[in-house]
């Protein structure tokens, strides 16, 4: 990977990773243009997904601090119910991750789809506009706005948060969607969705961070093909973060204004190109 295509994917990583067009599915299309994949993107990936997660960690750090302060008075207040819904919208994350994480790298592996259809792309198109769909119901529906999260809607918007593992499908239009279709107030629902994607972002960079650096015996010979210098993932990061923090900032802003419906036709339409242009390129 080069500095410029390093610097490229780090900032369409860090802008759509807030932004309800799905991290993943763009970041797979930008690696599938540059010819960037195998070793060299699972490098990449997890150093740019690190860095958009300390980005929201700068962004909503009073929220976080808040977090912590009532965590530690030992009682039960408005801090720990927040943290009690952020635990209970890991559930389903985690339950993904232990028993299916396999299957979803297989379905997700751009290479084999692409093998097997003649399409790389073709699940990212599919979820992109599965995606547009979400956003779109989203932004016509109209429930009554409740005042907090409970905790059966934080396990709703967890589920939501588990299947948008495929890349394609948003994390954060599928959880912002889908708290918005519960009824949950716009302008507290986009920092919930960012904060609950803290721990597992970070729990699955490190169990990749972990296959990198002590590598079993089979996956030696793959991680010896990774060209990719740390020069040039230092620049994905930089990149990564700064945008990051841009489009954190500017999402909680959009999710208070309700202008996700211009999210679904960009959805869509991104999606039929990924579909259609492989076929014909």
């Known amino acids: 990977m080069k500095w410029f295509e390093a610097l490229i994917l780090g900032i369409l990583q860090g802008l759509t990773e807030y932004l309800p067009v799905s991290s993943s599915g763009h970041l797979n299309i930008g690696q599938y243009l540059f010819g960037v994949n195998g070793e060299d993107a699972l490098d990449f990936t997890i150093v740019v997904h690190v860095a958009t997660v300390l980005s929201t960690c700068l962004i909503l750090w009073k929220e976080i601090v808040w977090l912590f302060k009532d965590l530690f008075k030992w009682k039960w207040n408005d801090g720990t119910k927040y943290i009690v819904n952020i635990l209970i919208s890991m559930i389903p994350v985690g339950i993904v991750g232990l028993f299916f994480k396999d299957s979803i790298e297989a379905v997700t592996n751009y290479n084999i789809v692409g093998a097997a259809t003649g399409n790389p792309l073709l699940v990212v198109g599919i979820c992109l506009l599965v995606t547009a769909t979400l956003l779109a119901f989203s932004y016509f529906a109209k429930p009554r706005q409740k005042e907090h999260i409970s905790p059966l809607h934080a396990f709703v918007i967890g589920i939501a948060q588990a299947v948008a593992a495929l890349p394609g499908l948003s994390r954060s239009g599928s959880t912002i969607a889908t708290g918005l279709l519960l009824g949950n107030k716009k302008e507290k629902l986009a920092k919930f969705s960012f904060l609950m994607v803290i721990p597992p972002i970070l729990g699955e960079a490190l169990l990749d961070a972990k296959d990198l650096f ?52 960009y959805c869509a339409i991104v999606g039929i190109l990924a579909i259609v242009v492989p076929y014909i390129a």
Do not use: Y
């Open 214 to 265: 002590f590598p079993s015996a089979d996956e030696v010979a793959v991680a010896t093909s990774s060209s990719t210098s740390t020069w040039v993932l230092i620049i994905g990061f930089i990149a990564a973060f700064i945008t990051g923090c841009f489009a954190c900032k500017w999402m909680i802003n959009l999710v208070k204004k309700g202008k996700l419906v211009w999210f679904a036709v």
